[in-house]
């Protein structure tokens, strides 16, 4: 049982690039969400979604666009990477009735 | 504006101290109160939700209690295995449970 997985585990952009980071979760959950840690920040919501083909935004969504085409996964694109989302990336999902939420192992992206 | 607040920053305990780590949260209408437990280089691990004042949910050496303004996370004998970062967070978002999280507590247990 995978749970959540994230793609890639570390990367590093030069800034102006684009990327996309991938979120799979083989539990059939309908709720997915993008998260991002920084140093004493704590997690903050990036995007998230509530089922197949939809999106919202979250605390800070700006420079993000996300995806969720097929129900078990999540993209998160950055179209124009910036030194400023140098962060470590966590996806998270969880069922529609139950609270926890189940989170990946992370994607640390340094932007230089 | 909806807040969540850890104290201590860091911790560290002998093996067997016991201990409370705090989380104090101003959100206008509580809709759920998480731990989690963080270790290096992984993603949060899903501890306990509490709702409502009065509530307390335990597992292991841990348990979790909630007031109408805090919640307390009690470690029991700890052991080095305890080890961590004790992340909480509050539900702002209702049903679709998005959530504000503190910056944490470093806990380390030494033996």
């Known amino acids: 049982n995978a749970g959540v997985t994230q793609t890639p585990k570390f990367r590093v952009l030069k800034t102006g690039q684009s990327m996309t980071l991938l979120c799979a979760q083989d539990m059939n959950h309908e709720y997915m969400y993008w998260y991002r840690q920084d140093p004493g920040m704590g997690l903050r919501l990036i995007h998230y979604?509530?089922?197949?083909?939809?999106?919202a935004k979250g605390e800070v969504p700006d420079g993000y666009n996300v995806s969720r085409l097929k129900k078990q996964n999540f993209l998160l694109g950055l179209e124009s990477a910036a030194p400023s989302q140098t962060s470590v990336y966590f996806c998270a999902s969880r069922d529609r009735t139950n609270t926890e939420a189940f989170f990946g192992q992370g994607t640390r992206l340094t932007v230089v | 504006e909806d807040q969540v607040t850890q104290s201590p920053e860091a911790l560290r305990l002998q093996e067997g101290e016991s201990s409370s780590l705090n989380c104090s949260y101003t959100?206008?209408?509580?809709?759920?109160l998480f731990w989690y437990r963080q270790d290096p280089g992984k993603g949060p691990e899903f501890l306990f939700t509490l709702y409502s004042a009065g509530e307390e949910k335990e597992k292991e050496r841990l348990k979790a209690t909630l007031t109408k303004k805090e919640s307390f996370l009690h470690i029991t004998a700890p052991k080095p295995e305890d080890s961590a970062t004790y992340l909480c967070?509050?539900?702002?978002?209702?049903?679709?449970?998005?959530?504000?999280f503190g910056t944490g507590t470093l806990l380390a247990v030494q033996p």
């Open positions: 959100v206008s209408g509580l809709r759920g």
């Open positions: 979604s509530v089922g197949e083909g939809t999106t």
């Open positions: 967070a509050v539900n702002y978002g209702g049903a679709t449970n998005k959530l504000i």
